[in-house]
């Protein structure tokens, strides 16, 4: 299974802010939209990305005062892409051994969709089910 089969399936709006947007207005985006990390873009840029976790170490970092801050001072400026013929496998470990969530894809250098854990836990669940059904019909018809 590959990274386009989970855009395919979700869809490959990204939501994004600019970087000099206010963390309290990237903070909304992410409570109305129910998401937990947003990139930062600039002009069709990437810039960095804005996660939950950037923006409780700010917190406690800095205070209630970091809200009034511009994102490009809090998010996170390297970031890890992948692409849409990379493999959920391959992805899973890359997200594992750098301790992240999400990762933008990214192809001729347009990003193109983004994908979370969460995203890939859905389309395995899905994949282990419909092996199973395929045994049981499988079996059925023995």
């Known amino acids: 299974m590959t990274v386009r089969s989970i855009l395919d399936a979700k869809g490959h709006q990204v939501m994004s802010v600019a ?5 309290s ?9 129910r998401i937990g ?3 930062v873009m600039d002009q069709g840029r990437m810039e960095g990305i804005l ?3 950037d923006i409780v170490r700010v917190l406690s970092e800095r205070g209630a005062g970091a809200l009034d801050e511009p994102v490009s001072a809090v ?3 390297k970031v890890v892409s992948c692409r849409e013929s990379d493999t959920v496998s391959a992805i899973m470990e890359m997200m594992t051994i750098g301790k992240f969530r999400h990762l933008p894809v990214v ?3 347009k990003v193109v969709g983004l994908i979370s854990i969460g995203d890939i836990v859905k389309s395995r669940v899905q994949e282990y089910e419909r092996e199973q059904e395929a045994l049981r019909d499988y079996i059925k018809t023995a």
């Open 75 to 77: 998010m996170t400026r």
């Open 37 to 39: 990390a947003v990139l």
């Open 51 to 53: 996660s939950e976790r």
């Open 19 to 23: 970087p000099g947007a206010t963390l």
């Open 107 to 109: 192809e001729d250098g």
């Open 25 to 33: 207005a990237a903070v909304k985006l992410l409570g109305e939209r």
